[in-house]
């Protein structure tokens, strides 16, 4: 009888993870991580060496976000505590990375092992599902634990912690697998399907109801119904809105959406939802952002119905008035079906859109003139525009920052309603974490190799994760980073002048850093903008260069909408 051959722990994580249909690794290579590093080179596996564990984390969410399949982020003990701000981000967004642990010695556990930390515990209140491994013959099976836990439901991160002793030690090829599931490829994830007469009560509310208004979440993104979501707000003529910070589910050009749920960042947003008989939130939480359900965000007397594909996920929605465990796209092919439809209501949204964009069009073009006359930097919000008017439909757009990601938000309605399309746009997920920025970007250039991807960070935000253009460089994926540079961290400089008794901010001011001249010594291009005229000719060359680029744009510091509104008074403790 033939023996099996026999390979080491790392070399079975790797074939499992191989079998599910894993195709990126990212990881900072550490010899806890060398068996697994070796499985994944005899596998065929694409691993990215990235500077840092972070840079690794975020590589990973960035590609699952996009991709919608996990990705894996391998680091070593220590690396693990630098990768716990990507596993808070990824958990944010609900991406499903694997995070997987070269973790100390089982056998001498709680012994001060070399780098020996509680990496299972650390991480459990950040994931689904983290485990460690005690025994090798059941890598198979962890992995499919943690691969049905990342993909089903409500997705999210998972963490393996695999001992180093584990790792190195030598297991049959096929162990594990003398026992169910024999089969070991991925599956589809499983949907709930809504029970009939629960839905038929849902119906019966929006058929009734003569403002309706739909808000959509992230479970919309994860279950792929965002081109149901747009045809059935384009057909029964029901405004549509996103939830803020989530993956954008439409694009802003589309008739049926008309902004972000936030009072703030699109004022329209709030006649809107507070004259709605009925608003109907798909895959998202009443969490902070929805004022937990409550008044004044939602009123008294609106009827606020949560659609979730998850029992987890609609725990969440407890206060709302109705409640339904459906798939999201099952609960949109039934309200598509409805036969009645609201376009005097859903004219008047379009309208509001209209006149939103057209008071800032008329804001900005006298803040131009101005900038002119008084020989002032620009405008962070001319800056978002200004970009985008040089992107093509199939481009990328990332933002990343305080005042510039909400300002950024403004630009893309802004654009979007004058017909701008956009091949995507990412930014930082609920956590609203600096420093993704970059890493995003890297992970839309490899997964659109043929689309321009830009950038637009702060300048804190890019120093908190800028090492990540490293990245780019090393695996030839050219991006353009606009920094809006402002000298300094903005968003809580204006902060504290609302807050501090004396008026004044502390301990965020930077430097003047020459960005642009550090991408240039990694042999990138490079280019300092000071003047609005500049900036348009300076971003055709940067992206038709070929290189990894930076134009560096010196903006002044301007106060965005929801920072003036959270910031406001001086007594005020909290920004929530």
């Not at 499992?16 to 894993?22: D, S, T």
């Not at 090798?136 to 695999?162: D, M």
């Not at 008044?295 to 725990?315: D, H, Q, R």
Request: one cysteine or more; glycine letters at 10%; hydrophobic letters at 40%.
């Amino acid at each position: 009888m033939t023996q099996p051959d026999r390979i080491r722990g790392g070399a079975l994580l790797a074939q499992a993870l191989k079998e599910k249909g894993v195709n990126h690794v990212f990881t900072l290579a550490g010899g806890f991580c060398n068996p697994a590093l070796e499985g994944f080179m005899e596998s065929q596996m694409p691993v990215i060496n990235c500077p840092h564990e972070q840079t690794a984390g975020h590589l990973a969410d960035g590609h699952s976000r996009i991709t919608r399949t996990p990705a894996v982020c391998l680091v070593g003990p220590e690396g693990f505590a630098n990768a716990v701000p990507a596993m808070l981000e990824a958990g944010g967004e609900r991406s499903p990375v694997i995070f997987i642990t070269g973790s100390s010695t089982l056998k001498r556990q709680g012994a001060g092992g070399f780098k020996e930390i509680d990496d299972v515990a650390i991480a459990a209140p950040l994931v689904k599902y983290s485990v460690q491994v005690t025994d090798g013959e059941r890598i198979s099976e962890f992995v499919e634990r943690a691969w049905h836990a990342a993909t089903s439901g409500y997705p999210g991160p998972v963490h393996i912690s695999l001992p180093v002793d584990i790792m190195f030690s030598s297991f049959a090829d096929n162990a594990g697998r003398d026992e169910r599931p024999w089969n070991r490829l991925a599956r589809l994830p499983q949907r709930a399907w809504p029970e009939p007469q629960a839905l038929a009560h849902i119906m019966e509310i929006i058929e009734r109801a003569e403002r309706p208004l739909i808000i959509g979440g992230h479970g919309v993104w994860w279950s792929r119904t965002e081109d149901l979501l747009e045809s059935t707000g384009r057909t029964l003529r029901m405004p549509i809105f996103n939830v803020p910070y989530h993956s954008k589910l439409l694009g802003e050009e589309c008739e049926a959406y008309m902004g972000l749920a936030d009072f703030h960042q699109y004022h329209p947003s709030k006649p809107a939802i507070q004259e709605a008989d009925v608003v109907i939130m798909i895959g998202g939480r009443l969490d902070n952002q929805m004022n937990f359900g409550n008044p004044p965000f939602f009123p008294k007397e609106t009827t606020l119905i949560c659609v979730n594909g998850s029992a987890e996920e609609l725990g969440y929605n407890y206060a709302a008035d109705e409640l339904l465990l459906s798939d999201p796209g099952a609960f949109l092919q039934a309200l598509s079906a409805i036969g009645k439809t609201w376009a005097p209501w859903f004219d008047l949204q379009k309208e509001r859109r209209r006149v939103w964009v057209e008071e800032w069009e008329a804001h900005m073009e006298a803040e131009s003139i101005e900038d002119s006359k008084s020989n002032r930097l620009m405008h962070p919000l001319q800056l978002g525009l200004d970009v985008q008017a040089e992107m093509g439909d199939e481009d990328w757009l990332v933002f990343d920052g305080g005042n510039t990601h909400f300002w950024n938000e403004i630009a893309v309605n802004m654009a979007g309603w004058r017909g701008k399309k956009l091949g995507g746009i990412m930014h930082p997920g609920n956590y609203s974490l600096l420093g993704v920025g970059v890493s995003f970007g890297v992970s839309a250039k490899a997964t659109h190799p043929e689309s321009q991807v830009v950038v637009i960070s702060g300048d804190g935000a890019f120093m908190s994760g800028g090492l990540s253009i490293e990245s780019a460089f090393q695996e030839g994926l050219p991006i353009t980073v606009v920094i809006d540079n402002n000298g300094g961290l903005d968003c809580i400089s204006q902060q504290q002048e609302r807050l501090f008794e004396n008026g004044q901010h502390f301990a965020t001011d930077f430097r003047d850093i020459p960005f642009h001249t550090l991408f240039e010594g990694l042999g990138g291009h490079g280019e300092l903008v000071t003047e609005r005229a500049q900036l348009g000719p300076a971003l055709r060359r940067a992206m038709a260069s070929g290189k990894t680029a930076c134009v560096n744009v010196k903006c002044r510091g301007v106060i965005s909408p929801i920072v003036a509104a959270t910031s406001d008074k001086r007594d005020k403790a909290s920004i929530e």
